[in-house]
């Protein structure tokens, strides 16, 4: 069996696991739910940007996808007997390096939270919004992103995604308006820091530098750190009165007051 054929069954196989159509695929890759059939019988090799975007569909590693097993000093040789010619090796040669470089991101890069407190702020100075709660459609609109409603299940372990390239913002709108808020603001963080998080999936508590960048980017763009401050000392506002003002979740702004980077009143 050569790559593709490996890569085909692969294709069809986990799509079907995850309960997705080949138009729910198509739709997710952004190509036309004929290109999955025809990348599914082997009749058609996805370029290696596609396959790196079937991938994150299906939330598998390309690594996974290509599946090659790949020797610590002999990968020339090894992609060779895979049949693939000179660029195609070089291609995926290129494409092992940013798996590593993705790697390494996730386990040692310290998250920039001052960055992603400054980019929120710098954000409402611009738009010259100086109250809460916060009105994302106003910082929506500004940088033209478009949002649009998700699939329920496609998006069944997120609650938001945003393509950078096309300023998509996908999102579930089953969730309460406090989660939305939240989400929404999060994905506004992966674009206003460039980070290239496809199939996001939410979570207050990852340990991705690029995910507590952009909890840290939503906190700030929803809760101003001076704000909050302000409130909890002149007014006395406890977490309930706060969480109400500015239209977040009574764990958000918990998140907020406790754990993000510095203890308000510390
Ligand atoms: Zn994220």
């Known amino acids: 069996m050569d790559i593709y054929t490996t890569i085909a069954s692969t294709i069809r196989e986990k799509r079907k696991k995850l309960g997705l159509s080949q138009d729910d695929l198509a739709r997710l890759v952004g190509v036309a739910s004929t290109t999955i059939s025809m990348y599914e019988q082997g009749e058609r ?49 290129d494409y092992i390096s940013e798996l590593k470089y993705q790697k390494r991101l996730k386990s040692g890069t310290k998250p920039n939270k001052m960055r992603a407190r400054k980019e929120a702020s710098k954000l409402l100075r611009e ?49 309460p308006v406090v989660r ?23 979570n207050i508590d990852s340990t991705d530098p690029r995910e507590i960048e952009a909890n840290m980017f939503a906190a700030e763009l929803l809760m101003p750190y001076d704000w909050v401050k302000q409130d909890m000392q002149k007014h006395s506002m406890n977490i309930d009165g706060l969480s109400r003002k500015y239209w977040v979740s009574k764990e958000a702004m918990g998140w907020r007051l406790f754990k993000s980077d510095a203890l308000l009143l510390a």
């Open 180 to 202: 939305k808020r939240f989400s929404v603001a999060h994905e506004i963080g992966h674009l206003v820091m460039g980070h290239d998080v496809k199939n996001d999936i939410f």
């Open 45 to 93: 090799k996805p370029e290696l940007t596609v396959l790196k975007k079937i991938a994150d569909a299906l939330s598998i590693p390309l690594a996974e996808l290509i599946n090659i097993e790949i020797p610590r000093d002999n990968l020339n040789i090894a992609l060779r007997s895979q049949n693939l010619d000179f660029d195609e090796v070089e291609k995926v040669k």
């Open 127 to 175: 738009l010259k919004i100086t109250e809460a709660p916060v009105k994302l459609s106003v910082i929506v609109n500004y940088l033209e992103i478009d949002p649009i409603v998700g699939d329920e299940n496609i998006l069944k372990k997120t609650s938001a995604f945003i393509d950078l390239e096309d300023k998509l913002l996908v999102y579930k709108d089953s969730d």
